[in-house]
């Protein structure tokens, strides 16, 4: 299961990065204790969620990085929210927006958006891509998944061009837990791989 990482092209320079959450946080934790450690050459300078009780927010707090939440008003639209979003993170001026367990976040940082999916290009788009692996694998259909990381905007979901891949063997001798906790750990490794080399890229 090595990763392969492609770089992110013409970026020159990064040290500002930006991650937006829903929920637990454990890929931004891989982010933040990356580039505490010097493995990403950057650092968090804000994260942002769209829920208000999430357990990233309290990791941001604690890496003493501002946390913030922005969630959509009732009723709001979406481009109307997203430009709202946009005005918020752009006063953080990142170099690189990370969506680390977040919604599609479409084209206010052209090239400088990516965003995390625990499987492979063109499968599984959507939510519980983790569940529905496993049920396919349990329905004797696959054999494997993956994780990848690719740039934002993009037309589809969970679309856009490919940074970085890694496929990963679905041992369905195991339990669901065992498996949807491995998946994780290579969203990890390959999150902190695929920051560095952008951060690597543009020092
Ligand atoms: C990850 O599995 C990510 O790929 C998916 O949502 C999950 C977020 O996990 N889109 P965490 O909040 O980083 O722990």
């Known amino acids: ?25 454990s890929n931004l934790q891989a982010i933040l204790d990356a580039c505490a450690d010097g493995r990403v050459a950057g650092r968090v300078v804000a994260v942002v969620s769209n829920r208000a009780d999430v357990f990233a927010l309290q990791r941001a707090d604690a890496a003493g990085v ?10 709001e639209p979406r481009a109307e929210y997203d430009a709202r979003l946009a005005d918020v993170v752009a006063g953080f001026e990142p170099d690189l927006v990370v969506l680390a367990g977040w919604m599609s976040f479409l084209g206010w940082f052209p090239g400088q958006v990516i965003n995390l999916h625990p499987a492979l290009p063109g499968d599984l788009p959507g ?3 983790i569940r529905r692996a496993w049920d396919s ?10 994780v ?3 740039l934002v905007p993009d037309d589809g979901i969970d679309d ?3 940074l970085s891949t890694c496929a ?3 041992d369905t001798s195991g339990s669901f837990e065992a498996f949807e906790a491995s998946i994780h750990a290579v969203e990890h490794d390959l999150l902190v791989a695929t920051v560095a080399s952008i951060c690597e890229d543009r020092s």
């Open 160 to 162: 856009g061009p490919t």
């Open 137 to 146: 694998a349990l329905a004797g259909a696959r054999t494997s998944t993956g």
């Open 127 to 129: 939510i519980d891509s």
């Open 148 to 150: 990848m990381v690719h």
């Open 66 to 75: 501002p946390a913030v939440h922005i969630g959509p008003a009732p009723g």
């Open 1 to 25: 299961m090595v990763p392969s990482v492609a770089s992110a092209g013409d970026q020159t320079r990064a040290s500002r990065i930006v991650v937006l959450v829903s929920g637990n946080g």
């Open 168 to 170: 990963v063997d679905i």
